[in-house]
């Protein structure tokens, strides 16, 4: 029983980040759910080593990660887009013409987020989309506190870059 409380008090709440992370990464809504799903099956299945595991929401982070990177490889690197997600809309109601424009947009950040590469990508996911900490997102995915800085730094660089290009000449 008391398995079955930690699991919905500390890992349940987690679904639907890491179901973001596993969207992130795999660009495909259905794969990411099964990814979640499995996930869930695995930590419940490592529920007697609980007690052995640091940071419970790191640990289901790294493998949720490690899933969907099996699954892009296992499927091939798919170059889709994310699909519209619900955009949050702000308090004042904007233009019909500034819907559009921030939609565009919006759908343009998505595809230069998509179009980065896996460790950059992961890395401003869960910074600037899940809140994480370096730490944080440095167990997640195995690597220095540095290394996460500068993955978000040049990932921000080129999702700015080619953002600023696409807005001074066009699309």
Known sequence: M?????????ILPLKNQLYRLALRITLNS??????????????????????KIDNMEAFCFTVCRNL???????HGNRNAT??????EQPSNMPTPSEHTIE?????????LVDALPEKQRSCIQLRDFEGKSYKDIAIILGITEEQVKVNIFRGRQ?????????DQYGI
């Open 2 to 10: 008391m398995y079955q409380n930690r699991f919905h008090t500390d």
């Open 103 to 111: 939609h565009d947009q919006l759908a343009i950040v998505r595809q």
């Open 68 to 74: 969907s990177l099996d699954s892009i490889k296992r």
């Open 158 to 166: 080129t999702i700015k870059q080619k953002f600023q290009g696409l």
């Open 30 to 51: 259905a794969e990411a759910e099964d990814i979640v799903q499995e996930t869930l099956i695995k930590v419940w299945n490592r529920r007697e080593s609980w007690d």
């Open 82 to 87: 994310l699909d519209e997600g619900q955009a």
